[in-house]
């Protein structure tokens, strides 16, 4: 059974970093593109960033670029956000989520179950 | 960035009704338009991904169709437990985007 575990949300004030993480478990972690999606309080779902399997290419929503940086260890079947410069409109819920590809497109397979990022003074 | 634009935003359906939500892409992606079902307080789960391809376990209540641009997510007999927001995502060029959500309800 696919599980993923996100940890390390909490309360940071503006300006500030937090780190996340996604733990790993049911699958070959180092065969997969991994996502992070937040979802803002009452709010629909954003793609935040995903990596490739061997960390080797990167890609970010525009609104965090220069901001958040993803990362990962297969070794600990993990994944990263690291967040930086965080502001009020980043406080939402992140999701890690294990992409699969299709053909030249993928889809979110599966999902953690979340952690909260509130962003507050 | 690819817009993806869901309608309606909400619907109210009676138990047993066929519910078809629907969702636009700003320029082609293909088949690459996958659908989600969010419950309250949970996390996202795939239902459909490649536009019609149904995933392992999901009911067969759930089908989804189209290519291009537009896209059909149907629910042929609307259950209690199908109560949800549904989401599309294409899935065809980063950044990947969303839909605004349709929040399905029964009378």
């Known amino acids: 059974e696919v599980q993923l575990v996100e940890s390390g949300g909490g309360l940071v004030q503006p300006g500030g970093s937090l780190r996340l993480s996604c733990a790993a478990s049911g699958f070959t972690f180092r065969n997969y593109w991994m996502t992070w999606v937040r979802q803002a309080p009452g709010k629909g779902l954003e793609w935040v960033a995903m990596i490739r399997q061997d960390g080797s290419e990167k890609y970010y929503v525009d609104s965090v670029k220069g901001r958040f940086t993803i990362s990962r260890d297969n070794a600990m079947n993990s994944l990263y956000l690291q967040m930086n410069s965080l502001r009020v409109e980043d406080t939402a819920v992140y999701f890690c989520a294990r992409s699969q590809d299709y053909g030249s497109g993928g889809y979110l397979a599966d999902w953690g179950q979340g952690t909260l990022v509130t962003v507050s003074s | 960035d690819i817009q993806m634009t869901q309608s309606p935003s909400s619907l109210s359906a009676s138990v047993g009704d066929r519910v078809t939500v629907t969702c636009r892409a700003s320029q082609s992606i293909s088949i690459y338009l996958n659908w989600y079902q969010q419950k309250p307080g949970k996390a996202p789960k795939l239902l459909i991904y490649?536009?019609?391809s149904l995933r392992g376990g999901v009911s067969s209540r759930f089908s989804g169709s189209g290519s291009g641009t537009d896209f059909t997510l149907t629910i042929s007999s609307l259950q209690p437990e199908d109560v949800a927001t549904y989401y599309c995502q294409q899935g065809y060029t980063t950044p990947w985007t969303f839909g605004q959500g349709t929040k399905v309800e029964v009378k």
């Open positions: 490649g536009a019609s």
